[in-house]
């Protein structure tokens, strides 16, 4: 059994059907890249995953490590170590970064029975991992994304997922919106944290960002379902031929 | 107005012509102060209480909430109550049952730059202020005040002196339910430094009402933060009015945070009567159950070049009810005014209620004003972004929520105070549950 099973789901929003019995597994200490043109699904699924609502899924189940998380509201989820880039991350006014991610770690720590974390620890967690993100402090003193960049929300949201210490990383569109030095320092954040313990789901829609972050796997999705699967050559195919093909293959 | 063409008074209204028949003589105050509480009163009797149909009063409208008027309440000691903000160090004097009491007062009355008067006797006094003189006095329930005013204090901050304390105007209600006038005077000369919190303390349970009445005199340069704190017990009525006259130079903030009472009606009025006064005019209102709380607000810029800042925000559960009127006129002479107005609500219910009117009356052409109002509920995108994040919704909200009135706090500029309220925000989350 994969780490992550996604199997058969259908997803509805707004009466809308989005996904259509999309079959997927990503394994630990993997990283799955997911792509497809705009409309496929990508972005569903990774909301379906840390359970936004108004997705309605009408069938399939997702099981992660054994487990079908469907039924767990998205904080649960987040403690059970799943985890979502946002392709675009929201401003929280007024609440402090250092704050938010303090909280949020708590939170997830006192749900898995887990004693706080101290904070000369918590500081230090966040001090390293900051500064390899180029994240000052004054930025971890501002409220969350307040006033950001779009290349400082994304590496925000690399900040986050490494204090957090997810088991499923999903990361919707990471590089869009990123220059090409923003988008190597957030390749090397993710980078940073492959672990043989951990599972990332690498949503995108060109085939650039996975020069820098190299997938084991690489998925292609059209029309809500996986509609090719393969290495990480399947990515340059892509690129050289588009998703014409995929996208008349499904209709 | 002649009589028939008003409707019968009210069991209210009928009370207190009786009570001023009965206590007038009684009253403190000689010569001029009762010729100024018949006058008051005769202007109170031809209007009756304020109601819906009078625009200024159309969202509280006090024939209907005023069902009954109290009795005068009666002097008594102040066990039990503590006054809000009692963790911020400051200089407390007790206004118990509408009444200045010097022995549950803590003021330094050795700062030589602070003059502490029970207000009769200021009143009996020349003084360069003259009582009753401050933007609002022609309000009704000021009339009323006046008519009634019990008891209270006058404080002169001399010339140049700096305050490092805050002074507190620590008005306490104890007893049975009864009504209370008090009315302060504060007059903060040129250069003067002080922050000065007024609160409003008494016991749930009682429905105790209150009609006070701040007169606020800002001189040149001076540099005021007055921070009022509303935590009256659960079926009190409380109506506080804040007339305020700032002059050149001056540096003015005011801040009015409300949890408590049934129904609160808080009132500045403000009038900028000199050139290059910097104002920030803002406040926190965080309610639920059935409370009703109105922040009206008047500001007049009579001179040019001031600014001023009107900021408010209110959270509401239950089928609590909350009023922000914000009205900025700008004279015509007033030239180079900065004004702008915004007040925002966060209803955490579908039966709570939110009513934001502000209006510009603006006579000046070289000006820059703008107003901006929104009411809501949580933003869903917020709340999911945290608790993707691993925080439970209810924490989540209480976060988001916390951060919503933060963001009004952040206008207290004494750290003190500030926390305080912070945690007095915290603590009303908390009982939500």
């Known amino acids: 059994m994969s780490f992550l099973e996604v199997k058969n789901l259908h997803v509805e929003v707004e009466d809308k059907k989005i996904l259509n019995g999309l079959t997927l ?9 997911i792509m497809g043109p705009n409309g496929s699904g990508k972005s569903t699924l990774a909301y379906v995953l840390a359970g936004k609502d108004n997705y309605k899924v009408t069938e399939g189940e997702v099981l992660l490590n054994g487990e079908n998380i469907l039924e767990m509201s998205p904080d649960e989820r987040a403690a059970k170590g799943v985890f979502l880039a946002f392709q675009y991350p929201v401003e929280v006014p007024g609440v402090a970064t250092m704050t938010f991610l303090r909280t949020a770690l708590n939170a997830q720590r006192k749900t898995r029975g887990e004693a706080e974390v101290s904070t000369p620890e918590f500081m230090k967690l966040v001090r390293d991992t900051a500064n390899h993100l180029g994240i000052s402090q004054e930025m971890l003193r501002r409220a969350v994304n307040v006033g950001f960049s779009g290349g400082e929300k994304k590496r925000n949201e690399i900040l986050q997922m490494a204090v957090l210490q997810p088991n499923l990383a999903v ?61 990480k050559e399947l990515a340059l195919e892509l690129e050289a031929k588009g998703y014409a093909q995929f996208q008349g293959e499904a209709a | 107005m002649s009589a028939d063409v008003r409707a019968m008074k009210t069991p209210a209204e009928q009370a207190l012509s009786s009570a001023f028949a009965a206590t007038r003589c009684k009253l403190p105050g000689k010569g001029a102060i009762v010729a100024l509480r018949d006058d008051a009163f005769r202007r109170f009797d031809a209007s009756g209480l304020p109601h819906r149909r009078i625009e200024e009063w159309k969202y509280t409208d006090l024939r209907a909430l005023m069902r009954e008027a109290k009795p005068l309440a009666e002097p008594v000691g102040s066990k039990g109550v503590v006054p809000a903000l009692s963790g911020v160090e400051a200089n407390r004097i007790a206004i118990v049952n509408g009444r200045y009491e010097p022995g549950w007062s803590n003021i330094d009355a050795t700062d030589p730059g602070i003059v502490l008067s029970e207000l009769f006797a200021f009143a009996g006094e020349e003084t360069d202020y003259r009582l009753g003189n401050a933007p609002g006095k022609d309000d009704i329930a000021v009339s009323l005040n006046t008519a009634f005013m019990t008891g ?3 404080l002169r901050i001399k010339k140049g002196a700096r305050i490092s304390k805050p002074i507190q105007l620590a008005h306490i209600f104890s007893g049975a339910a009864a009504a209370t006038y008090p009315r302060c005077v504060v007059v903060v000369e040129k250069g003067a430094q002080l922050t000065l919190i007024e609160s409003f303390d008494g016991p749930s349970g009682a429905g105790y009402q209150v009609n006070s009445v701040l007169e606020l005199v800002i001189g040149e340069g001076a540099q005021v933060d007055h921070v009022k704190v509303g935590s009256d017990g659960d079926a009190a009525l409380r109506i506080s009015t804040l007339g305020v006259t700032v002059d050149a130079k001056a540096n003015y903030r005011d801040f009015a945070f409300t949890t408590g009472g049934a129904v609160v009606r808080n009132q500045t009025f403000v009038r900028f009567v000199r050139e290059g006064t910097e104002a920030s005019i803002s406040g926190a209102t965080l309610i639920k159950g059935r409370q009703h709380v109105d922040n009206t607000l008047v500001i007049e810029h009579a001179a040019g070049g001031c600014t001023s800042r009107e900021r408010f925000r209110s959270v509401l559960d239950g089928e609590s009810h909350s009023i922000f009127q914000g009205k900025i006129v700008v004279e015509p002479h007033a030239q180079k005014t900065d004004a702008k107005m915004a007040s925002h609500a966060l209803l955490l219910s579908d039966e709570a209620e939110a009513d934001n009117k502000p209006e510009l009356e603006i006579f000046a052409d070289d000006v820059q004003c703008g107003h901006g109002a929104t009411a809501g509920a949580l933003d869903s995108s917020l709340k999911f972004y945290l608790m993707s994040r691993g925080i439970p919704e209810k924490q989540a909200e209480g976060l988001l929520i916390q951060a919503f009135v933060g963001e009004a706090i952040e206008e207290v500029a004494n750290e003190g105070i500030r926390e305080s309220l912070m945690q007095a925000a915290i603590n009303w989350l908390n009982t939500r549950g």
């Open chain 1, 171 to 231: 990361l919707d569109e990471t590089d869009s919106g990123l220059d090409i030095d923003a988008l190597k320092i957030v390749a090397d954040g993710v980078n940073r944290l492959r672990s043989p313990e951990r599972s990332m789901v690498v949503i995108t829609h060109y085939q650039r960002l996975l020069n820098y972050i190299v997938p084991d796997v690489v998925h292609v999705l059209a029309n809500g379902r996986v509609v090719k699967s393969g290495g």
């Open chain 1, 25 to 33: 597994s990503a394994e630990k200490g993997q990283v799955a890249a």
């Open chain 2, 152 to 154: 209270g204090v006058a």
